[in-house]
Every structure is written in C-alpha cells, then in structure tokens.
C-alpha cells in the first residue's frame, strides 16, 4: 500500500511543478513520509517507464548536470484516477470508523 501512496504522492507534487529528486525527498520529509533515494530512484524509473513521468537534465552551478522530472500528460490522467481511488479509500475508511 505504501508504494501506491508514494506514487500517488510523487505524481501530485510534480503536478504543481517540475523537480529534482532531491526536491521530491524534501517535500515528502515535510510531510513526514521518511523516503531515502534508494527507494525513489527506482520508482521515479519506473513512473518514466510507464510514461507518467518525463525528464530533463539541467547544468548546476553547484556540480554535475541534474536530472528533473515532470509529470507527462498521461501522468496527469492517472493522477486524475487516483484522486478518485483516495477519495474513495478515504470514504470507507471514515464509514469504517464511524
């Protein structure tokens, strides 16, 4: 389940913008879900693979080229399927716990 909620997570903060994988950690500290890089790189190659995710490399002043990522436009429809999904597993679980 975990890895559906970092997809899902990962996918709606680069709704709002295009990032670097460092940026991505950052915000998903911030939100106090603990993710090292050994488990967003692959899954960042896997939502690329799919082709939800696009990327471009772009000259650092502070060291090698870097690696940023943007939600495609089929990774913005599946983000729209999700939406739906969470709200739906947001639901039950309220109704669970009523």
């Known amino acids: ?30 939100a106090k879900m603990i993710v090292v890089e050994g488990t967003l790189y692959p899954l960042l190659t896997r939502l690329k693979n799919a082709g939800l995710l696009s990327y471009r490399w772009e000259e650092s002043t502070q060291g090698p080229p870097r690696k940023y990522y943007a939600i495609t436009d089929t990774g913005r429809d599946f983000l729209g399927e999700l939406d739906g999904s969470w709200q739906e597993l947001v639901d039950a679980v309220t109704t669970i716990k009523s």
């Open 1 to 30: 389940m975990r890895k559906g909620v970092l997809e899902y997570c990962i996918l709606s903060i680069l709704s709002n913008n295009h990032a670097y994988a460092s940026d991505i950690i950052k915000k998903l500290k911030e």
